[in-house]
C-alpha cells in the first residue's frame, strides 16, 4: 500500500513556474514508477509525465516536452513536477500515481491545484 499526498500548487502568472512535490508512504517506493496527471475544468483526467521505477527513464506528453521535468529522490519518497514557461492552459488539479514495478497506477494522491493567469 502507498499513500501519495501531493503539495506545491498555487496561483502563478503565465511565463511562471511552480515545483510540484509528491510524498509517498511505505518502503519500497524505488520499485513503484511514478506520474503526474492533470484534469481541467471540464475535461478527462490526461497524462502529463512519468518517469520509470528502475533507470529514472522519463517521458512527457507533447503539450509540456520541454517545459515540465519530473524527476524523483528514492531516499525522500519525494516525486517532484518542475513546470516552467506556464501557460493558461495548464491550470488544472494536479495528481501524482504510483505503479508498482510499471503496472497499473494503482495508487493516487488526492491532487493539488494550480491555476495560471494571463
Known amino acids: 500500500q502507498v499513500q501519495l499526498v501531493e503539495s506545491g500548487g498555487g496561483l502563478v502568472q503565465a511565463g511562471g513556474s511552480l515545483r510540484l512535490s509528491c510524498a509517498a508512504s511505505?518502503?519500497?517506493?524505488?520499485?513503484?514508477?511514478l506520474a503526474w496527471f492533470r484534469q481541467a475544468p471540464g475535461k478527462e483526467r490526461e497524462f502529463v509525465a512519468r518517469i520509470s521505477w528502475n533507470v529514472g527513464v522519463t517521458s512527457y506528453a507533447d503539450s509540456v516536452k520541454g517545459r515540465f521535468t519530473i524527476s524523483r529522490d528514492n531516499a525522500k519518497n519525494t516525486v517532484y513536477l518542475q513546470m516552467s514557461s506556464l501557460k493558461p492552459e495548464d491550470t488544472a488539479v494536479y495528481y501524482c500515481a504510483a505503479a508498482f514495478q510499471g503496472g497499473t497506477y494503482r495508487y493516487w494522491g488526492q491532487g493539488t491545484q494550480v491555476t495560471v493567469s494571463s
Open positions: 511505505g518502503r519500497t517506493f524505488s520499485s513503484y514508477a
